[in-house]
């Protein structure tokens, strides 16, 4: 073999071992195993899912409750405005802003010169009307006397009953006007209708004011009940008669009773709410008009029932369902939703048993099979 031959081979041989490197090189970059796997290893489908306890619910007997919240203001059930009776000029007012007053006391009183006048003037026309009725009532006996013995005519005893008859009425009339002006001068003395605190004055000494103006405004504020605002789905709930359990502003945690009084028609235009009115059944001093008040109203109870975060519940092409735990892996077990409970937070179910321990998070890659492990959490 000459020299320029073996010089080929080795160059052949060189190109060859080039290539077989640079195959393996990019078998490498693609991702070739080397070796082949070991033929115990465990496929994805096996490996095991760590969970920890918040993710999961243990089933036990409850009562459920399904309860209607609400938030709203306070304003006392009995407030009204004071108003004059007659026309006058106020001498006085009595009481003001804040004062508390008790039920028939004084609080205003008017001028009553006026008034006192008419009242005399009204006696003075029943002394008058009562007179001449007594006059004609006589002059009616003397003619009845005097036809008797056919000495006056029938036209003239008609004619005098007729008189006596109407000096009777007048005497009616005179007496139902003196009987005004007395009511017009007792008017004059404005007491409260009802006990409770003074809310505003709206009237001062020495003006002149028509009847039905307004003197002050007039609170019961140890009785007040709550105006709410609330939604129609909430509302169809609700039916007057209702227990409430009502928080106020600035009494803590304390609990004030109530009971639903009210329910209006018809929504509130613009926000398409429902006024409902909550009465507080226990009266305080300390109540108050204008309060933040936060309440609950309980529509349904129901004891020793089985219930699942709704969470919990998963749905395939066979029904809804559950995942529980049995042992270290989850199994399928098909439920049925009797009702939600807990403004949709929890759903009763049936086909579960007490004990039982499904998952609640909301896992969407878990399926029944798989294994787990629980690992408790510090």
């Known amino acids: 073999m000459t020299a320029k031959r073996k010089l080929v081979l080795a ?94 006391q004084l609080l205003a009183r008017f001028e009553t010169h006026e008034l006192q006048s008419r009242v005399n003037e009204r006696q003075s026309a029943v002394e008058a009307a009562r007179a001449d009725a007594r006059w004609t009532a006589r002059d009616l006996s003397d003619k009845e006397t ?17 008189v006596a008859e109407n000096k009777a009425s007048m005497v009616s009339v005179a ?16 007491v409260a209708p009802f006990g409770g605190v003074v809310g505003e004055r709206l009237a001062n000494q020495g003006e002149s004011l028509p009847v039905d103006g307004k003197i002050l405004a007039l609170l019961d504020t140890s009785h007040v009940e709550v105006a709410a605002q609330m939604p129609a789905a909430d509302v169809v709930r609700l039916k007057i008669g209702q227990m409430a359990k009502v928080e106020l502003e600035g009494f803590g945690d ?44 309980t529509v349904m109870e ?18 809804e ?13 098909p439920v049925g939703v009797v009702r939600t409970w807990s403004r949709g937070e929890l759903a009763e179910v049936k086909g579960l048993e007490s004990g039982m321990t499904v998952v609640s998070a909301p896992l969407p890659g878990l399926k029944a099979g798989q294994r787990i492990k629980i690992v408790e959490t510090r």
């Open 11 to 104: 160059l052949l041989a060189g190109i060859v071992v080039l290539a077989a490197g640079a195959f393996a090189w990019k078998n490498g970059r693609n991702g070739v195993p080397a070796v082949a796997a070991a033929p115990g290893a465990k496929s994805s489908s096996q490996r095991v899912i760590e969970l920890i306890p918040v993710e999961l619910h243990t089933i036990k007997p409850r009562g459920l409750v399904d309860v209607v919240r609400f938030t709203g203001t306070t304003q006392p059930i009995d407030q009204t405005i004071v108003k004059s009776r007659v026309a006058g000029r106020l001498a006085e007012v009595l009481v003001r802003e804040g004062d508390r007053v008790a039920k028939g």
């Open 146 to 162: 005097l036809a008797k013995r056919n000495i006056v005519s029938q036209s003239a005893l008609d004619a005098a009953r007729a």
């Open 175 to 190: 007496e139902a006007q003196l009987e005004i002006a007395q009511r017009a001068l007792g008017d004059a003395e404005v």
């Open 254 to 297: 304390r609990r004030f009773e109530g009971r639903i009084t009210r329910i209006s028609p018809t929504a509130a235009p613009g926000s398409r709410s429902i006024p409902v009115y909550v009465e507080i059944s226990d009266r305080h001093e300390a109540l108050r008009g204008g309060l933040f008040a936060t309440g609950a109203v």
């Open 302 to 319: 129901k004891g020793h029932a089985l219930a699942v975060p709704v969470s919990a519940l998963r749905k395939d092409d066979q029904g």
């Open 321 to 333: 369902f559950v995942l529980i735990v049995d042992s270290d892996q989850l199994v399928r077990r």
